[in-house]
Nanobody, 127 residues
Framework: QVQLVESGGGLVQAGTSLLLFCKAS????????MGWFRQAPGKDREFVSA????????YYSDSVKGRFTISRDNAKATVYLQMNSLKPEDTAVYSC????????????????????WGQGTQVTVSS
């Protein structure tokens, strides 16, 4: 089992930045590819970004490309999501997830391919 805990969310004004953290614990002998998803009230879960196990490959949704940056520090078992130029439409609960390690990392935007999830952290962007 892997436990994931997100932090770093909050209430900010449009145009500012936030750095989200996703800390893994438990069965961390396996280094997982990781993803960030978000869900706003009344909306479906949405892919935000993903990163391969060694950080060599990163992916972003069109809505955040150029504004968000995903990274990881495997020594700290932590994945980061740097969010710049935040917009009100970025308001959502952001959750990190660990990708199923037995599969190729080519379905990174499909939340059903992730095995472990954190509880999420709320990001609210005011206009």
């Amino acid at each position: 089992q892997v436990q994931l805990v997100e932090s770093g969310g909050g209430l900010v004004q449009a145009g500012t930045s936030l750095l989200l953290f996703c800390k893994a614990s438990g069965r961390t002998g396996t280094i997982y590819a990781m993803g960030w998803f978000r869900q706003a009230p009344g909306k479906d879960r949405e892919f935000v970004s993903a990163i391969s196990w060694n950080g060599a490959d990163t992916y972003y949704s069109d809505s955040v490309k150029g504004r968000f940056t995903i990274s990881r520090d495997n020594a700290k078992a932590t994945v980061y999501l740097q969010m710049n130029s935040l917009k009100p439409e970025d308001t959502a609960v952001y959750s990190c997830a660990a990708y199923r390690p037995t599969l190729p990392f080519n379905r990174y935007s499909d939340y059903t391919f992730y095995d472990y999830w954190g509880q999420g952290t709320q990001v609210t962007v005011s206009s």
